[in-house]
């Protein structure tokens, strides 16, 4: 099926289970310790070998002596492979460096062997056997000081303009030139990349955890040079991804290489120590933002200038994006550069770009508030812009911006804010509002789904459809209930399979969206073959209540597959819609903190985002997804940062007592308010994203109810008390 | 980590005895340490030597009205105890800010003493570490030192001592009893418990090979108001940046330590005589000879506002 009009009246519209909040139907599998996750797949593996990764003790060299022959006679040793003996292997489209390092060492903690054993001890204690001996080359570690060699990156299309900027900036009457900096950051999912290989002679199976199964087993296929039909990923439950799932990492590439060596299955999860400098991360950002306004607040010119770093081959964060989009203003610019970096490998994580883009951009729009003197949410709103600014004739599909801000401001109370900051006392608390704009592109992707009537009346999904934790097994079963009039009980789903048909997948949060529409596509296909095998007329055959009526017939659903279950399967596409319109999700992020008088400890007191993203599937599971998105963006404002030792090029807090992540007592008070939309031009389904739009300007919203509670602004993310304390009001 | 043998002791002066005979022999009580050291092979013994059941459970009254504390009583329970809770309040905050509540059921007053530095260059074994490797260099020194000593370091060691409970104790004047291999019996003021690194700074307590602690005494109640502040980054689960224990008495006087800043809980009492004076005077004796690098200067600061926000809040 091909999306390419805008959606009309179809059977979603009914909503009798569509976008109720129903509990996850994974939920009791979760909460009761059965949900087969990778590492722990007993039902599928009997016996495995352990594996056991051993990382690069430096950051950039090579590797001049190796010694494995003392883990080799280890006890319980099955095998050990290395980059020496692993036998040609290639690389992932979606991996920057190898997967298996030697002997040139990329980056920290790269791989350089897997140690299979009987027991997971036995492999631990046989890997700390290995002598190494290295030789260091010289490698650049610092953003800041590689920041004026860095370059375009790749594509070409890293600049963008529109009139002409420096003119109209020089002329502004209000001014903003500032810079801002964002750190290094870690996914840091409760479950590590872990998985579990088989070998069926040359056919591979890979039990692992991982977002994008078809991405992935074209990217193990490659790595080990094998033809993409002789691999199977399955991957139903994933404790967590963030994008740092979306590829193959190393734990699939070594167990499927420990597993051919020991000559059995082998399970294997990156140490966490390892999952630091081993996989990847979200890099850290300098940004310069200019803006030019009238002194009635009108922007008259806006650029963004980005530098990232990765390593040779990498990619740029894209932290300018949301600024081509955000604001009016005639007079536009946007630089992306990248410079080469000898960290581990930068890529996706959550909101890729926007992030950090947003956490500088919305402090930016605060602080131009502030010099005009107008409210930072006025502000906002005058700026609106329904159409694309850089191209007018392209209109928003959707954008209640305002919406969402109007309705933030009122719920949380931001007529009580002082304008003038370090204003409020509570104790020894300074106490501060802020507030940012959230927003973050709504993406389609192609996706595909098989639907099966059983003879039970049940009906059954497969999709290689992925649920991080979000939520998709549910949306999934609404979609197919609505669809075909059933129960959600009457429906199974079934995910994260290779052998099923190809989703859009996990990522970008375009997945519940997209996938959803590919189970519309099908489940459509499924009425008709139904319809025609009950001998009712596809065209005006109505599905409710487990039976299928036209006019005056009715005849039980289940009956259509009295003679043998009725399988279909279907896909969306995706036509020109996304290109005529632009389709985005918005909202506003509404923040208070209380910064510690003497200490200038940062808490925050409570929170909330409204929300305007389509038609919401699933109120419960999205709320969920926002909420943890703002916990995210929270740990970004305050205290996430993977530290970079630029001596030694690693990142130096690698576990998670180092990379402190909020915690429940840091965040006693979150609501989240999704207005009422639904968007023709997304899918059938009307429905958009939201696990990404929910992190999109959380920081700078912290950032700002810090300013507003003591004055101090702070452009170095994390914002933390030592940033803080020598401009804090002096205390008796 | 490496396969190590596992015994169960029979009586504290067995289990000193058998530490004393095998350098690669180590006390477990919660683990809550040691074992994440092990799987790192950071700690690497050979034999572990349970001291789970040897009755050092209680919390009692002493003849001059302290408390005895057994070496095995639980943080959790220590932390609850009335009497704590009553007389030793700066205690029972500490312990209550520290680690998480699964921890602290797991962990021992003994145990909580010896928890090694959270410093990351020494979580890391291919970093160069002085107290892995007496005389391998120190690879913290030059690079992330936020979180580090400004006190009391040397060139060979900025780590700093991760306890809460052990600034509580130091406050209090609390006295370390032990166990010796032949049996003998002795007390450690907690002031000399924990050692500066100098150039040993592998050499952490003062107990000889073998010795065990038994039990913690706390002298009779000092009344006034008692305070534990721990500034950290985020709101729970986290090693202080500064923490600042305190008893402050109605006239303004008083005595202040503080934790996070050195490798021992970091105390003196010569700067307490300033505490009418207020956190600048209190600050002048007690941060004196500070060394920062350029990452942890802050701490200095943080530690006068934060006994200053102490001192307010007794005034309250």
Redesign the interface.
């Known amino acids: 099926m091909k999306f390419d009009t805008p959606a009309t009246t179809n059977p979603i519209d009914q909503l009798k289970v569509v976008g109720k909040p129903l509990d996850r139907i994974d939920g009791p599998l979760k909460t009761t310790g059965r949900a087969p996750y990778a590492y722990e797949r007993h039902d599928a593996i009997e016996n495995p070998g352990y594996g056991y990764v051993l990382g690069a003790?430096i950051a950039k060299g090579r590797i001049t002596a190796m010694d494995v022959s003392r883990a080799k006679a280890a006890?319980g040793v099955l095998a050990v492979v290395t980059a020496e003996t692993a036998g040609k292997l290639g690389k992932g489209d979606n991996n920057t460096a190898k997967l298996l390092g030697g002997p040139e060492i990329e980056h920290y903690h790269q791989a350089v062997a897997v140690v299979m054993a009987q027991s997971f001890?036995q492999a631990?204690?046989a890997a700390?056997l290995i002598k190494v001996e290295y030789e260091r080359a010289k490698g650049t570690f610092d953003l800041a000081s590689a920041k004026d060699g860095a370059t375009k990156p790749g594509d070409g299309k890293a600049d963008t303009a529109v009139g002409d900027f420096e003119t109209a900036f020089a002329a502004a009457p209000v001014k903003l030139d500032e810079t801002y900096t964002t750190p290094d950051q870690a996914h840091a999912m409760m479950e590590p990349h872990a998985s579990i290989a088989a070998w069926n002679g040359d056919k591979l199976t890979l039990w692992t955890s991982n977002q994008m199964i078809a991405w992935s087993t074209g990217d193990v296929a490659k790595t080990l040079g094998l033809p993409k039909e002789n691999v199977r990923l399955v991957s139903p439950f994933i404790g967590g991804g963030f994008g740092g799932k979306l590829f193959v990492r190393a734990d699939a590439i070594l167990a499927a290489l420990g597993a051919k060596a020991a000559g059995r299955p082998v399970k294997l999860a990156l140490q966490r120590?390892l999952m630091f400098n081993n996989t990847t991360h979200r890099p850290a950002t300098i940004q310069r933002i200019r803006i030019g306004a009238t002194p009635d607040g009108k922007i008259t010119a806006i650029g963004h200038e980005s530098w990232s770093g990765d390593l040779p081959g990498g990619g740029p964060e894209t932290a300018v994006q949301q600024t081509r989009l955000l604001y009016a203003g005639k007079d536009r610019m946007t630089k992306t550069r990248l410079a080469v970096l000898d960290l581990p490998e930068g890529n996706a994580m959550r909101a890729p770009g926007e992030a950090p883009g947003l956490m500088a951009l919305e402090v930016a729009i605060d602080e131009l508030a502030e010099k005009l003197r107008i409210d930072p949410i006025e502000l906002r709103i005058l700026n609106d812009t329904q159409v694309d600014p850089e191209k007018p004739e392209r209109p928003f599909s959707q954008r209640q911006l305002v919406e969402c801000l109007r309705t933030g401001a009122d719920k949380f109370g931001w007529a009580r804010r002082s304008a003038r900051p370090s204003q409020v006392r509570d104790g020894?608390w300074l106490v501060g509002m802020g507030v940012a704009a959230a927003f973050r592109n709504n993406m389609v992707m192609k996706s595909g789904a098989r639907v099966r009537l059983e003879a039970s009346g049940t009906v059954t999904v497969e999709t290689d459809m992925t649920d991080i934790g979000t939520g998709s097994y549910t949306i999934i079963a609404q979609t197919t209930a609505e669809m075909m009039g059933l129960p959600i009980e009457k429906v199974a789903v079934r995910l994260g399979d290779s052998t099923f048909p190809v989703s859009a997948g996990s990522g970008g949060q375009w997945g519940a969206n997209s996938s959803t529409a590919g189970v519309y596509a099908a489940c459509v296909k499924l009425r008709e073959t139904v319809a025609a095998k009950l001998g009712l007329d596809p065209k005006t055959a109505e599905f409710a209540d487990g039976r299928v009526k036209v006019g005056n017939q009715s005849l039980p659903l289940v009956q259509a597959a009295a003679d043998g279950p009725v399988t279909v399967e279907d896909f969306m596409e995706f036509g020109n819609l996304a290109k005529t319109h632009q389709q985005s999700t918005f909202g506003g992020h509404f923040v208070e903190v209380g910064v510690?008088a003497?200490?200038?400890?940062i808490?925050v007191r409570r929170m909330l985002a409204v929300c305007a993203a389509g038609r919401i599937l699933n109120p419960k599971s999205a709320r969920s997804q926002v909420i943890g998105a703002m916990v995210m963006g929270t740990g970004a404002a305050?205290?996430e940062e993977l530290?970079v030792?630029k001596?030694?090029g690693f990142f130096?807090?690698?576990?998670l007592?180092?990379y402190?992540a909020?915690?429940?007592?840091?965040i006693p008070h979150q609501e989240v308010i999704f207005l009422d939309e639904t968007d023709p031009m997304s899918s059938p389904m009307k429905a958009k994203g939201v696990g990404e739009l929910g992190i999109c300007g959380v920081g700078a919203a912290v950032a700002n109810a810090i300013y507003n509670a003591t004055g101090v602004r702070v452009r170095d993310y994390?914002v933390?008390?030592?940033k803080l304390?020598?401009q804090?009001p002096l205390?008796? | 980590m490496k396969a190590f043998a596992y015994e169960r002791a029979r009586s504290p002066r067995e289990a000193a005895s058998a530490a004393a005979n095998d350098p690669g022999a180590r006390f477990i009580a919660g683990g809550t340490n040691l074992l994440d050291l092990m799987k790192l092979e950071i700690e690497t013994p050979r034999r572990l030597i349970d001291v789970n059941g040897l009755g050092l459970d209680e919390i009692k009254p002493t003849r001059d009205g302290g408390l005895r504390i057994g070496a095995l009583v639980r943080n959790t329970d220590l932390a609850s105890d009335k009497r704590v809770r009553k007389d030793y309040g700066v205690l029972s905050r500490a312990l209550l800010a520290g680690a998480s509540g699964q921890l602290r059921n797991k962990a021992t007053t003994a145990g909580n003493l010896l928890q090694r530095t959270r410093c990351p260059y020494f979580y890391d074994p291919n970093m160069p570490c002085n107290k892995r490797r007496p005389g391998a260099g120190c690879s913290a020194i030059g690079g992330f030192t936020r979180s580090h000593a400004v006190l009391g370091a040397s060139e060979a060691c900025i780590a700093t001592h991760p306890s809460d409970m052990a600034v509580a104790l130091r406050l209090l004047d609390a006295t370390v009893e032990t166990v010796r291999p032949d049996g003998g019996e002795r007390t450690i003021p907690i002031a000399d418990f924990h050692r500066l690194p100098g150039d040993t700074p592998h050499v952490e307590t003062a107990l000889a090979r073998g010795e065990l602690i038994t039990a913690v005494t706390l002298p009779r109640p000092l009344g006034g108001q008692h305070a534990y502040h721990k500034v950290r980054d985020r709101a729970s689960y986290a090693f202080a940046l500064v923490s600042v224990a305190s008893v402050i008495q109605k006239d303004g006087s008083g005595r202040v330590a503080l934790g996070g800043v050195a490798h021992r809980p970091w105390r003196v009492e010569a700067a307490e005589a300033a505490m009418t004076q207020g956190a600048k005077a209190v600050g002048e004796t007690l941060l004196a000879g500070a060394r920062t690098t350029s990452q942890n200067g802050f701490k200095l600061t943080l530690a006068e506002r934060a006994l200053g926000a102490a001192m307010a809040q007794a005034r309250a």
Do not use: I, Q, W
């Open positions: 003790a006890p001890e631990r204690a700390s120590p020894r510690d003497f200490t200038a400890e808490r305050l205290m530290v030792d001596r030694l130096v807090n690698h576990d007592a180092g402190e909020p915690v429940h007592a840091d994390p933390t008390l030592d304390l020598e804090m205390m008796a």
